[in-house]
């Protein structure tokens, strides 16, 4: 079946520990995008990739990075300097821009 | 940047009654979407609607983009239907990115 597929759907973080939230589209999308989530709130734009080895950052960068070696693939790397990193993280794709956008189950990252 | 509001932010309604979110935008919209977000979290989109009118079984759309305003309207509302009814939208312009309002939640009782 077609999708998004985020892994893990749970993720705990140790302080000064980088981690890695996977996520993988077999849908052929161009663009991919990941969001986060707090809880009673809206999502908040990460960062975003149009194509291959391209990514801009979103509204909420810092702490965060993102790489797109493959079209299929975006994962994204919650690092150290990210100091409140505890929410839901949502991954989104779409053909083209102007498209519909469509979501992953999402990963909820905890600190411990 | 273009901001996205939400209206009402909770609707508590009792099964088989309709009813109307509004979300308004503050600039010419080229992207308005609505999602339904489960209580599991899964995001469902509902519409991509720029502009007019879309019906999708017991739901339907409309987008007036000279006044800024999109409507998503729930008639016979079931169980089913709660969670949190998210818009999006992004500019004219050709940008990327979609703003999202804070969303209703829609709580539907037997």
């Known amino acids: 079946d077609g999708g998004i597929t985020q892994s893990p759907k749970y993720l705990f973080r140790k302080e000064g520990q980088n981690v890695t939230l996977s996520c993988e589209q077999n849908l052929n999308h161009d663009a991919m995008y990941w969001y986060r989530q707090d809880p009673g709130q809206g999502l908040r734009l990460i960062y975003y990739s149009q194509i291959v080895n391209d990514f801009q950052k979103g509204d909420i960068a810092e702490g965060y990075s993102v790489s797109r070696e493959k079209k299929e693939s975006f994962p994204l790397t919650v690092t150290s300097a990210q100091k409140n990193p505890t929410a839901f993280y949502l991954c989104?794709?779409?053909?083209?821009?102007?498209?519909?956008?469509?979501f992953g189950s999402g990963t909820q990252l905890s600190v411990l | 940047g273009i901001q996205v509001e939400q209206s009402p932010p909770d609707l508590i309604l009792q099964e088989g009654a309709n009813s109307t979110l509004r979300c308004n935008f503050s600039d010419s919209v080229n992207n308005l979407q609505w999602f339904h977000q489960n209580p599991w979290g899964q995001l469902i989109n509902l519409f991509y609607?720029?502009?007019g009118t879309k019906q999708n079984g017991r739901l339907s759309a409309t987008t007036v983009a000279t006044e800024r305003y999109s409507l998503l309207y729930i008639s016979s509302s079931q169980t089913t239907d709660s969670g949190v009814y998210f818009c999006a939208a992004s500019p004219q312009g050709g940008s990327e990115k979609l703003v999202f309002g804070k969303g209703t939640k829609l709580t539907v009782n037997p």
């Open positions: 989104a794709s779409r053909y083209w821009a102007g498209e519909k956008l469509f």
């Open positions: 609607i720029p502009s």
